[in-house]
Structures are given as structure tokens and as C-alpha cells.
């Protein structure tokens, strides 16, 4: 049996406000950890696994489900929260993030905790292995499976990115999904200060990619880039989701300061309070 | 003779005729059998298919053979990948490339991950020869033995090398294998005993032992024959195909028994074979020791002949190395 996933907008949006609450509560009680790239891919990771990818909790090393490969391993709060609100994993797990003996590593470690699929950190590594995965996927098991891998603009400064880019195109590989968080900050600044990508979507055209960009924070847009991105064949697939980090939590959003430092205990009580009061979209037809 | 008969080497162990083959020939032997034998071994390389000798399983079976390009850093993710498909990758390149440029995928992307990838590097220590300092490797096994949950082999001749690439796929977990790329005398048999972990005494002494891993072993050998002829000194061989884990059991109780210890191998002194060697000795039975081996600089362009013999990795060195251990315990 496979998760059951929903096509409505409020719930999804539901899921990430959740997802949120989850991310600064653990943030919080960890004492370190990345608060505004977690913040700003909640509503992406929310969609990921209550929308798009076919996956079951039950049975984490299910054959044919589909992968998410976390290479921006520091957001691994929002990956982890997501996790526990599928039900991988119980949610009081989530408070012993980063602590001595816990599955919930600072930055992901392949199979300490149920559906966490691989280890990052060290930027650029988990593209290439979701192109390892996603090449056996479809040239050794013939499976229909994708990899949906997330990137970032930041990690886009290392090579073998690059290098991986290449590959995927040259071998077709038409199962990934590279997602790639736009939210313009990393540790020194703003993206395009420290190192500038534009026009980025033209690189992965020059690349063979087939490229979508997407409001990465508007579940709408989200869930229906994801649909539009199962039609297409013979290319590997590249989504450049614009995302505010910091998202829902207004003193957090848009500021780099907030890159790689948790919530202090104040600023946690401020920021649940905020998510408890956020409303969802207006139900439309 | 001192040598074993349970080492079961060949008969005429110093004679002219002595074959030689490089050991990445026997790297790419072992492939080709075991694709015939298991389907789910596949082969990665990084455009260097002819040279690490993976062209023939790349010819016999296509659909598992990846061609990646001058990209080792990617190969390393990728491998890591078809690993957790449920597949055995072996990634092929030089060790100057792999793993002297794609350290960080190994240790996070494949050790720390428990990744079941073989990691092949060919064209390791001085017998590059002529191509220069930039690609000659010695400094890859102390990259690679400081990694968890890493073995690390450097087979002694070519027919070892077959055998250990099949005992590499049937471990289950990373293995590094270090190759050579110039030939070198053949001198173990098919009945020789190999086992990943386990040394190999190649010859029984009592005066000094000599630890060595990959092609040099053969110089011990020659050393140790030198020793009991010249000086009657009576020196046992120990071939330590594996550097991780290191058998330490066979070490200590040799270097009890002889109080001397000489290593050799074709790899920097700092890191090396023979720092794993002084680690369990300075531990467990502090002996008098000599390294064998890269002092501290780099390489050059010269016949591997020549550059064995310049930088000191010879017989002869190991001879004089043993001869000083020995007239200190007078």
C-alpha cells in the first residue's frame, strides 16, 4: 500500500505549516542547526511527500519508490520534519536533533533514521549520487521510479555539480528531478554577491536539461510544476524554485544572518505564534 | 630455502625467466570474471578505460559498463549511487586522480555511507616512471587507511591482483585496491593462500622480518634471499597485501620473534604501510624499525628502474636497512 496523497491545496499548505512549527521547535531544542533554508523549502517538502512521490512510511526501502535525495544536507530539518509527518518515524524524534545518539544527525547520514536515503553535507555529493540511483533505476531495474534531489543555488559554486549536470544529460536521464532552492543567500551573503549564477536557467538549457521555474513558496504553482514535469522524456529535469528564506516567520524572512543559526527560546515562542495565526489559501474551485 | 611451501610460490622464484605483468592486468582479469559470473558487478570509469584495464569487461558487457568522463569527483557520487541500487561498482582511474582528487566524495558519498563501491586505483607509486611527479601516486594509502570502514589492498603481483578484485566484490562494503602500472615478476600461484585481512608469511626467519605490500614484496623477497647468502642473516617476509585492516596478529608475533622490522613499499614513509606497522609496534611490542620508502619529497621523470633506485626502494636498501637493524641488537 502506498502513502495516500492528496490533490488539496489547503491540506499541502497545512502540511508545511506544520512543517514549519516542527523545524523551529527542534531548531529551538538543538541549539544549532540551519533555520532559513528549512523555513523557506517547507512548502516544497510538503508537496514532495504528501503530492508527488509515490512512497511508503510502512516500507522505507521499498523497490520502486520513488528517492529523495537531500544534497543540501544543512536544511535537513525541513527533510526530517516532513519525514515524522509521514509517519516514518515518531515526531518526538524531531526534538533530538543534533543531540548525542540521536538518528537525526546534524547533516543526514544514510539510514540512521527511516527514509533519511542518503548522506550530505559537503556540497555537491548528493547530485551525483541521485544520478548514480537514478541511471541503475532506469538502465539496470527498468523501474519507472524517479529521484527527486535537492539542490541549492549555493551549491551550484561547486564543481562537481557541474560535472554531474553533464552526465545526466549525456545518459537521459529523464527520472531525475533536480530541485534546486533560488533563495539567493549563503554563508557570506546573497547568492549573487558571493558568487553569481545568473542566468542560471539558461545554463542548465545549455546543459540538455529541460528547465521549470516555479514560486517555490505558492503551493499551487508547486504542485502543478510537478504534474506539468511528468510529461517530459528523454531529458533530465531541472526545477529552479524561487523560495524566500526564512518563509512564515516575518523576522526571519529574506536575511542570510539567518542561513545557519536557530531560534533562540524568545525568538521561538515569537515564531510559533506567528505559524499558529497563519491562514491558509482562500478555497477556490 | 626458507620459503614457505604453504606460501606456495613459483618454483624458480629468482630466475631470469621470471614473468611479468603489471597488476592492474590482473585487476582487469578478475573484472572480466566475475561480469561473467555476477550481474550485478558493474564497471565505472573516468576515460582511462585502456590503461586501468577495464576495456575488456567494458567490451563483454556494455550495459554495465558507465563511461563517465575526466570527472572523479561525479564517478565517486555516482558509484555511491549504483551501490544503493543494490549493485557492485568498481570506479577505475589513477590514484593521482582517484582518490587524490575525490577524497571528500570517498569518505562522505561511500565510507561514511557504508557504500558497497570498489574503488580501483591503477598507476600507484614511482613506476609511472616518466610522466613525472604529478602522477606519481604516494600518498594514497595514507588518504585511504585513515578512512572508517575502508579496506585498503595493494596486491603483490598480478595474479594476487585477480584475486583480490574477486574477493573485493564478494566483501561486503568500500574497498580500496591500489594497482601498479609497469610490470613486475609474477611470483605468487594460484594455490598462493590469499584472504583479505590476513598476511602472508612468504618466508620463515629469525634474525629480522621484512613487511612489504604490492610489487616491492618482490624486493623483499630478493632482499631477504641477499641476506641469508652475503651475511647469513636469516630474515622472514611478510607480504601484507592488506593495509586495513591490518593483521595484526601475524606482525606482532613475528617482530617478537625477531626483534627487527624493515617495510617497504612504493608510497611516502609518512602514512604508509610502514606507519601502520610502527603503530601496532609502538602499541604492543616496541621493536627497532626502518622504513622503505618515499622520504618525505617528491617524485620526477625517469625510468621506474632508475627512480626505485634513486629514492631508495630497492633490495639493496632493504638490505642495508636490515643489516643496520641487526648489527644495533649486537
Not at chain 1, 502540511?15 to 523549502?41: F, V, W
Not at chain 2, 606460501?7 to 629468482?14: E, G, H, K, S, V
Not at chain 2, 622503505?292 to 625510468?303: L, V, W
Amino acid at each position: 500500500m502506498q502513502y495516500s496523497l492528496t490533490d488539496d491545496i489547503i491540506a499541502l499548505e497545512k502540511k508545511a505549516n506544520s512543517i514549519r512549527k516542527h523545524i523551529i521547535i527542534s531548531l529551538e531544542k538543538a541549539g544549532s542547526g540551519h533555520s532559513a533554508g528549512a523555513l523557506g523549502m517547507a512548502d516544497v517538502f510538503a508537496a514532495l511527500y504528501n503530492n508527488v512521490m509515490r512512497h511508503d512510511p510502512k516500507r522505507p526501502q521499498w523497490k520502486d519508490r520513488d528517492r529523495l535525495i537531500l544534497s543540501a544536507g544543512h536544511i535537513c530539518p525541513v527533510w526530517y520534519a516532513a519525514l515524522a509527518e509521514a509517519g516514518y518515524f515518531p515526531k518526538r524524534e524531531l526534538w533530538s536533533l543534533r543531540k548525542l545518539g540521536s538518528p537525526l544527525q546534524g547533516h543526514p547520514h544514510l539510514g540512521s533514521a527511516p527514509g533519511v536515503e542518503n548522506t550530505g553535507g559537503p556540497l555537491g555529493q548528493g547530485v551525483s549520487l541521485a544520478m548514480g540511483i537514478a541511471y541503475a533505476l532506469k538502465y539496470f531495474e527498468k523501474s519507472d521510479a524517479r529521484v527527486y534531489c535537492i539542490s541549492s543555488d549555493g551549491e551550484h559554486n561547486e564543481g562537481q555539480v557541474w560535472e554531474a549536470a553533464l552526465f545526466a544529460a549525456k545518459y537521459k536521464l529523464d527520472n531525475v528531478v533536480l530541485v534546486i532552492d533560488r533563495n539567493n543567500i549563503q554563508i557570506d551573503g546573497t547568492s549573487d554577491t558571493v558568487m553569481p549564477l545568473e542566468p542560471f536557467a539558461k545554463k542548465y538549457q545549455a546543459f540538455n536539461w529541460r528547465v521549470f521555474g516555479v514560486n517555490g513558496n505558492n503551493m499551487k504553482s508547486v504542485v502543478a510544476t510537478f504534474k506539468k514535469i511528468r510529461t517530459v522524456n528523454g531529458k533530465p529535469v531541472c526545477v529552479i524554485a524561487q523560495t524566500i528564506p526564512g518563509k512564515g516567520v516575518s523576522f526571519m524572512e529574506g536575511k542570510y544572518e539567518w542561513h545557519g543559526k536557530p531560534p533562540h527560546a524568545e525568538e521561538a515562542a515569537m515564531a510559533l505564534s506567528e505559524l499558529s495565526k497563519k491562514r491558509t489559501s482562500k478555497k477556490t474551485s | 630455502m626458507p620459503i614457505r611451501e604453504a606460501a606456495q610460490l613459483i618454483r624458480n622464484l629468482f630466475g631470469k625467466s621470471i614473468t611479468t605483468e603489471p597488476t592492474r592486468s590482473g585487476y582487469g582479469e578478475g573484472l572480466l570474471a566475475l561480469g561473467a559470473e555476477n550481474e550485478r558487478v558493474v564497471a565505472l570509469c573516468a576515460d582511462l578505460t585502456e590503461s586501468t584495464r577495464t576495456e575488456d569487461f567494458a567490451q563483454a558487457f556494455p550495459e554495465r559498463f558507465i563511461e563517465m568522463g575526466v570527472a572523479e569527483q561525479n564517478m565517486a557520487g555516482v558509484a555511491a549511487g549504483v551501490a544503493h541500487a543494490g549493485y557492485i561498482p568498481f570506479m577505475a582511474s589513477y590514484a593521482v586522480f582517484s582518490p587524490g582528487r575525490n577524497w571528500d566524495q570517498i569518505r562522505v558519498s561511500i565510507c561514511y555511507s557504508h557504500a558497497n563501491v570498489k574503488i580501483i586505483s591503477t598507476h600507484a607509486g614511482l613506476n609511472v616512471g616518466p610522466d613525472g611527479a604529478t602522477h606519481q601516486a604516494l600518498e594514497d594509502i595514507a588518504m585511504m587507511r585513515s578512512l572508517p570502514n575502508l579496506v585498503v589492498l595493494a596486491p603483490a603481483d598480478a595474479r594476487e591482483a585477480r584475486r583480490a578484485t574477486i574477493a573485493a566484490a564478494a566483501h561486503d562494503g568500500p574497498v580500496y585496491m591500489r594497482l601498479a602500472r609497469s610490470a613486475s615478476p609474477v611470483f605468487t600461484t594460484s594455490r598462493s593462500p590469499f584472504k583479505i585481512g590476513r598476511a602472508e608469511v612468504l618466508q620463515t626467519g629469525s634474525d629480522v622480518t621484512i613487511i612489504g605490500c604490492g610489487p616491492l614484496v618482490y624486493e623483499a623477497l630478493l632482499a631477504a634471499h641477499m641476506l641469508q647468502k652475503k651475511y647469513r642473516i636469516s630474515a622472514e617476509v611478510i607480504n601484507s597485501h592488506t593495509i586495513k585492516p591490518l593483521d595484526e596478529k601475524t606482525i606482532l608475533k613475528s617482530a617478537k620473534k625477531t626483534g627487527a622490522v624493515v617495510t617497504i613499499e612504493e608510497h611516502q614513509v609518512t602514512g604508509g604501510l610502514g606507519g601502520a606497522v610502527a603503530e601496532v609496534l609502538a602499541a604492543h611490542a616496541p621493536t627497532p624499525m626502518r622504513f622503505i620508502g618515499m622520504p618525505d619529497t617528491f617524485g620526477e621523470s625517469g625510468t621506474p628502474e632508475e627512480l626505485l633506485k634513486k629514492y631508495g626502494m630497492t633490495a639493496d636498501h632493504v638490505v642495508k636497512a636490515a643489516r643496520s637493524l641487526v648489527n644495533e641488537k649486537e
